[in-house]
């Protein structure tokens, strides 16, 4: 019988060394795509894993599950707390407040969820993605609520490294006024985990209409849209719910750009050193009012204070 205390991601991982090569597949398959695993029956499991059905049973029920219909239930539960924001809140206090050592259960997760993304990483699908950025006459990223943290993160530091890139980060009317500009010279980077909203629906369909290659990072959205985006980059899911659905993508971001800037070292150097420049006669100018800050005013200050000690 399910150990109802323990969730389907901890399971997986505290039997990994007794689990056969066979086992593991399957397991990290059921972790990375519990929306996927909600809609499909244990055949269809087996095709996309090239196994058998009894084997992904085998497996489900070696992990202390009655079947694949009470693994389900937990996925289902786990899915719909992450849509539901307020329960998501709450479940991730409740699972702070149990535990002794709260800040080393989080950063544990995390840890987690980085090395499911590196081990599922599919390499092919990102050399795809750094090809299309890098030829691109400008390349747009897009994510909604917090994803557009993580669009702003990527546009600033493509833009640093010497790539065009802005950042969309309205909707509506403004959504729209945005995508005007896009033409089938350019990139679009889409930051969607699992929401299918109106906008992410707007924006594949426009750049399908005008011919704009289209990156979509996603942990859930693959099989929906996988017809209407070139390139597929697949997050983990935070099955325990503890860490945001947004730190894959984020590593996701900063992987890119410095493939990026390594096709370019010598003119991301220079952009880069371009930025740090600017912002240093900024600062220059505002604090100091002098373009020498901080060696000739801010040194000779400390160098005479130090005399007087």
Avoid: W
Avoid at 97 to 111: D, F, G, H, I, W
Avoid at 233 to 262: C, D, G, R, W
């Amino acid at each position: 019988m399910k150990d109802t205390k323990t969730t389907f991601q901890e399971r997986y991982l505290e039997a990994g060394p007794r689990l056969t090569p066979s086992e593991k597949k399957i397991g990290e398959y059921l972790l990375r795509n519990p929306e996927e695993v909600l809609g499909a029956s244990a055949v269809k499991i087996s095709k996309a894993m090239g196994t058998s059905d009894a084997s992904v049973i085998r497996t489900i029920k070696g992990l202390g599950y009655q079947g694949l219909p009470d693994l389900k239930k937990e996925f289902l539960e786990s899915v719909l707390r992450r849509r539901n924001s307020a329960a998501a809140l709450d479940h991730n206090i409740e699972s702070i407040q149990t535990n002794k050592r709260p800040a080393e259960q989080m950063l544990a997760n995390s840890v987690d969820i980085i090395d499911a993304f590196r081990e599922g990483f599919d390499h092919d699908a990102f050399a795809s993605c750094v090809e299309a950025v890098s030829n691109a006459r400008r390349t747009y990223t897009y994510g909604l609520g917090a994803g557009s943290m993580v669009s702003g993160f990527l546009a600033l530091h493509l833009k640093r490294v010497g790539f065009d890139a802005e950042a969309m980060m309205l909707a509506g009317y403004r959504l729209a006024d945005d995508l005007l500009s896009l033409t089938a010279n350019d990139c679009i980077v889409l930051i969607a985990p699992f929401h299918q909203t109106t906008e992410v629906e707007v924006i594949v369909d426009h750049a399908k209409d005008v011919g704009a290659s289209v990156v979509l990072v996603t942990e859930a959205l693959g099989m929906s849209l996988q017809d209407r985006v070139d390139i597929i980059i697949k997050t983990p899911p935070s099955i325990s719910n503890v860490v945001s659905e947004h730190l894959a993508p984020f590593v996701f971001s900063y992987v890119l750009t410095m493939q990026l800037a390594s096709l370019q070292k010598d003119a991301s150097l220079k952009r880069n050193t371009m930025f740090t420049d600017n912002l240093f006669n900024a600062l220059s100018s505002r604090f100091t009012g002098s373009p020498d800050f901080p060696s000739q005013i801010f040194l000779s200050d400390i160098d005479d204070d130090d005399s007087d000690n």
